[in-house]
């Protein structure tokens, strides 16, 4: 997989590295890629963080890599540059600002992004379910049901649930990636 940070040696902005700050863009709906590349061609160097996320449809999980600000790109720059070379970008709508002025990010909020990736993406930790939360089942037939978390199975993904079924309560098993805390 491509790194979707870039590091490249010169920079438009032909700035001396410890002049160079970073800041954030918006670019066009699903065009973060897009608009990374032609900054890169640009020689400016760029970061997109990205995130997995859980999808459900129906019963199924799918786990799915997207950036982790949709719509927004990091880049790094001379403030004391032109930025209009960053504005005309393919795929960039706007450079966030205060007022007239692009608001630079803070090199330690960059770092801790890249300190919490592993290769280039970060993964949510599921929150622990203890025995006896109240949970919501989020696909499946029982979807939009809450029920009561049991225990775990052998099988790391499945769990038993207890729901409530015409006044009874049922012991079901369930993917554990269904489920989300009450």
């Known amino acids: 997989m491509k790194s979707l940070s870039s590091n490249p040696s010169e920079t438009a902005s032909s700035a001396q590295p410890d002049r160079l700050e970073w800041f954030c863009l918006k670019t066009k709906p699903q065009r973060e890629r897009f608009a990374m590349e032609h900054l890169e061609r640009q020689g400016i160097e760029t970061f997109l963080p990205l995130a997995r996320h859980r999808r459900i449809a129906c019963s199924n999980v799918n786990w799915r890599i997207s950036p982790l600000f949709a ?53 949510f930790e599921e929150p622990e379910i203890n025995e006896g939360a109240p949970v919501r089942i989020l696909g499946g037939p029982y979807e939009g049901m809450e029920a009561i978390f049991a225990r775990k199975t052998s099988d790391q993904n499945r769990v038993i649930v207890l729901l409530e079924i015409m006044a009874s309560i049922a012991h079901v098993s369930l993917d554990r990636n269904l489920l989300e805390l009450c």
């Open 71 to 123: 719509r927004y790109l990091f880049f790094r720059f001379d403030p004391g540059a032109s930025f209009t070379p960053v504005r005309s970008t393919r795929g960039v709508t706007s450079i966030v600002a205060f007022g007239e002025r692009p608001a630079a990010v803070p090199n330690d909020v960059i770092e801790e992004i890249r300190r919490r990736a592993k290769d280039d993406i970060i993964e």
